[in-house]
């Protein structure tokens, strides 16, 4: 045989005088063929694997991997290898087996062990933020919300104008956590003395019927944020597009377009064409100046190839009625932003306060009267009627506005086992800013304080006798009170330019202009490069010049803009 064939035993070697094979067809030597396990046993145990990994409901992580321990201990008895039980080949395969099933199939706590059930109302940012975050072993968390997916609000400018598409701004609220139970329903009431929530299902034009049903809770977590505040001012929830929900952009971008297809006409007079592609936003807060800002870029760098006889006559205003704009901002961002949009074209008129809305002309409190084509009000936060409820239910809170009052814990003031966070929670001792930032922080935090087995419902939480010492205050362990971080405000102000104002510590910077905007654009830009190629679809960015919602990602927000959908 040539010296690169293996040699055979004798006892495997052909006899002499029987024609040799082929030096190329020659095999490795193989060991011996074993005696297969019964048909009873092991053919059993691989397909209770198959049909655990299947469920009649989906995949069944829980089932899966005790099958697959079946599964892998017919086979080590099916095959023996030596030095089984330390470093053998099959107890490697088995850990990596293992370790297959939890990537793929999550960890699910044991559905006949009784946990604590945590609600969570709504599914924005504090909602998102504490369901990432919640032991799902230690809790049966149920996220209860009229809306199945969180919604990156700070780019729903950008997508009512076609920027990003609407499903570049969302996430399914069961993707931040595939443990959780969902319920699409909205609370309507709160039963403090059963520990129970009230509950009614979203109608919709497939099945108008509305049930009801109750849910019980161990500890309940509002975070259904604030409504639009319209102050009462007459026509506007006729006549006015607002900016809250997926559905407000798209109805919003389906307006313009007709607005535009309506002044291209060639019948209509030339004041009626004016009037349609007049654009007024109402409030010179950050949305209303967003908007403002993306909609003159969107005229300036779209439309203008679609309707180049119509982008001259086209008026964009802002009303604000105090003194400025922006007022989260610093004074000197302030100006920035008013020169920018009077070099852009916008008219920014202060002082004018909106008395009524009618579907053509918005009047004003000095007697002045606006003829428009389309109005957007972005003037306030109002009370979402859940909360309102409970502000007029419970004594404790006689003394809150338009947001339930909580104390360093983010517990509902009067109550032992409510907690509120985001827009429609207010701390009583030190207030904070209605933000994404502060929604966020205190749905991580309320959860790690879950997490840690703090009594929650004592006078101060104190930790049990299983929890971990995570503060000490005193004799005792005292969960450490919510604490903001402020990582500093954005806003993009139109024409390739944005205002930051980044806080570090006691220190802050205030940056503003084209250059601010383009370090956006390449952090953002680096992360779509890193996501192109590890295969993920391209997404134009820095192209677009409109995505300056990436700097929240620098300022340690969790956003929910994924290049790769």
């Given amino acids: 045989a040539p010296h690169h064939a293996p040699r055979l035993p004798p006892a495997h070697r052909a006899p002499p005088g029987a024609p040799r094979p082929l030096p190329f067809l020659r095999l490795p030597l193989l060991p011996p063929p074993r005696a ?22 989906g995949p069944d992580p829980a089932a899966a991997r005790a099958a697959a321990g079946a599964a892998a201990a017919a086979e080590g008895a099916e095959e023996d290898i030596p030095g089984a039980g330390g470093g053998s080949r099959r107890g490697d395969d088995q850990r990596r087996g293992a370790a297959a099933e939890a990537k793929y199939f999550p960890v699910k706590a044991d559905p006949d062990v009784v ?26 968390v149920a996220v209860v919300s009229p809306r199945n997916y ?109 607005r535009f297809e309506r002044a291209n006409i060639p019948d209509i007079s030339e004041a009626e064409r004016d009037r349609l592609l007049h654009f007024v936003v109402i409030g010179g807060g950050p949305t209303g100046c967003e908007f403002a800002a993306e909609l003159n870029d969107f005229v300036a760098n779209d439309l203008t190839k679609y309707y180049p006889k119509l982008v001259g006559r086209v008026r964009t205003t802002l009303l604000q009625s105090g003194a400025n704009i922006l007022l989260q901002f610093d004074a000197v ?72 009052l909580v104390d360093d814990w983010l517990r509902v003031l009067g109550t032992t086992s409510i907690f509120a966070l985001g827009d429609c929670a207010e701390a009583a001792a030190d207030p904070l800013p209605a933000t994404a930032q502060v929604a966020g922080q205190q749905g991580a935090y309320l959860a790690r304080l879950l997490n840690k087995d703090y009594c929650v419902s004592c006078e101060l939480p104190e930790r049990t006798k299983a929890a971990p010492i995570i ?70 960015l820095v192209q677009d010049a409109r995505v300056w919602q990436g700097y929240f990602a620098v300022l340690g927000l969790e956003a929910a803009w994924r290049p790769d959908r």
């Fill in 36 to 57: 297969p396990l019964p048909p009873a046993r092991l053919p059993a145990a691989r397909g209770d694997v198959h049909q655990a990994r299947r469920g009649p409901f």
């Fill in 115 to 140: 946990r604590p059930r945590v609600v969570v109302l709504g599914a924005g940012w504090a909602a998102h933020a504490m369901t990432k975050v919640l032991d799902t072993e230690k809790y049966e």
């Fill in 150 to 258: 969180f919604l990156f609000t700070p780019m729903l400018a950008s997508s009512a104008v076609g920027t990003v598409e609407f499903r570049s701004v969302s996430e399914p609220i069961r993707k931040a956590n595939e443990t959780i139970i969902y319920y699409e329903a909205k609370c309507i009431a709160v039963d403090r003395e059963r520990s129970l929530i009230k509950c009614e299902t979203v109608p919709t034009a497939e099945n108008p019927e509305v049930t009801s049903f109750d849910l019980p809770y161990s500890y309940l977590a509002i975070g259904v944020g604030a409504i639009t505040n319209t102050f009462g001012t007459p026509g506007v929830a006729e006549n006015c597009y607002f900016l809250k929900e997926i559905e407000d952009a798209r109805r919003l971008r389906i307006g313009i377009v007709n």
């Fill in 333 to 404: 961002l302030q100006q920035s932003a008013m020169d920018n949009f009077k070099s852009s074209g916008i008219d920014v008129v202060t002082g004018a306060r909106v008395t009524s809305v009618t579907p053509k002309t918005i009047s004003l409190k000095d007697g002045r009267t606006i003829d428009y084509g389309l109005a957007l009000w972005a003037a306030g936060n109002g009370v979402n009627p859940l909360v309102q409820s409970l502000l007029d239910s419970i004594p404790e809170q006689a003394n809150a506005r338009s947001r339930l």
């Fill in 471 to 540: 503060d000490i205050t005193g004799q005792s362990a005292i969960a450490k009170p919510f604490q903001f971080m402020s990582l500093g405000i954005l806003a993009y102000i139109g024409n390739s330019k944005a205002l930051a104002q980044v806080e570090a510590g006691e220190a802050q910077f205030n940056l503003a202009g084209t250059l601010t905007f383009a370090a956006v654009a390449v952090g953002v830009s680096d992360e779509a490069g890193v996501a192109e190629e590890q295969g993920a679809r391209p997404v134009r």
